[in-house]
């Protein structure tokens, strides 16, 4: 199965262990290039637009104003097309059967289905099948 691995990280200055460091690479980055590794997924980096301040207290402003305004910051890209991630399918049949859409339900395991090697989601895809068709 295709995995994605979406992340967000700061560069640059950063609070790390009560200190003001500069960071080449952000720690979200660094765990993100780790997992890439182990699973072979696929890497996608959220940026925004508009960029934060290099000086970490101004950004920690910045951000304090966004939240109280419930800002949604415009993003540079947005990810290459979910579908093509088994996880999308999953979640989209399980919202599907809740909200009594079994065919369509049905149709999202099938799709999930394909894209799974792991044999215990297969299982348990296996079992949603199931218990949807018997309904
Ligand atoms: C604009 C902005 C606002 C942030 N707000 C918070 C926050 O309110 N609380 C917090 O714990 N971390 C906050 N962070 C830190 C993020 O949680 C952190 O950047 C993210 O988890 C990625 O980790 P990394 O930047 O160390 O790689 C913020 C970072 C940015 C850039």
Redesign the pocket.
């Known amino acids: 199965m295709k995995s994605l691995i979406a992340?967000?990280?700061?560069r640059g200055e950063?609070y790390v262990g009560g200190d003001i460091v500069n960071?080449p690479v952000?720690?979200?980055?660094?765990?993100a290039g780790i997992l890439q590794k182990l699973t072979g997924g696929d890497t996608f980096r959220i940026d925004t637009v508009k960029a934060?301040p290099g000086d970490y207290h101004a950004?920690?402003e910045?951000?304090q104003q966004?939240?109280r305004e419930n800002a949604r910051p415009e993003l540079v890209s947005h990810c290459a097309d979910l579908r093509d991630y088994q996880p999308w399918h999953v979640v989209r049949a399980d919202l599907l059967r809740r909200m009594g859409r079994t065919s369509e339900a049905l149709e999202g395991y099938h799709l999930a289905l394909r894209l799974t090697q792991n044999r215990a989601e297969r299982r348990f895809l296996e079992r949603r099948l199931e218990a949807l068709a018997t309904r």
């Open positions: 992340y967000y990280s700061r950063n960071l952000g720690n979200t980055e660094v765990a934060y950004t920690t910045v951000a966004e939240l």
